[in-house]
């Protein structure tokens, strides 16, 4: 029997979470002309306050380089700044500028808004999505099988 690929878990939840994503930036997109790496470090800076890049690497699952690429062109648009780590001067802190404060204001109440359409198109589907996704994100990762 050939292995349906349409039919297999990580496969499906991989196809909603882009499709997702990929509406959600439509949005952000549209109001500030930010990618998808933008849009993380942002958010997780509006939640963390002043972090090393390590710290947003790790937060938001993307590569370092990513991280730092988006970085770059955020302090280019005045929406963060850079600088050394107080103790470790191998390590840049990225924080918030008054600009990109107000910007995540302003995305913050778009994220919410699109969150509350998602749960709307969910329904009472909504609350046990939820609760399968945090335990699918919280499970240990599973030892590869020995032979």
Do not use: C
């Amino acid at each position: 029997m050939p292995f349906e690929l349409d039919g297999f878990l990580p496969y499906r939840l991989s196809v909603a979470a882009t499709q997702i994503s990929r509406r959600f930036a439509a949005l952000y997109g549209a109001e500030a002309g930010l990618s998808i790496p933008e849009w993380r470090v942002l958010a997780h800076l509006d939640r963390s306050g002043a972090v090393s890049v390590r710290d947003i690497h790790l937060r938001v699952h993307l590569d370092k380089s990513v991280v730092s690429r988006a970085a770059t062109r955020l302090e280019e648009a005045g929406l963060l700044r850079k600088s050394e780590h107080r103790t470790d001067r191998r390590l840049i802190v990225l924080e918030l500028t008054p600009s990109g404060q107000a910007l995540m204001r302003r995305l913050g109440r778009i994220a919410r808004d699109f969150q509350a359409r998602l749960a709307q198109e969910l329904g009472d589907d909504g609350p046990a999505l939820e609760r399968a996704l945090s335990r699918l994100i919280t499970a240990e990762p599973e030892s590869p099988a020995r032979n």
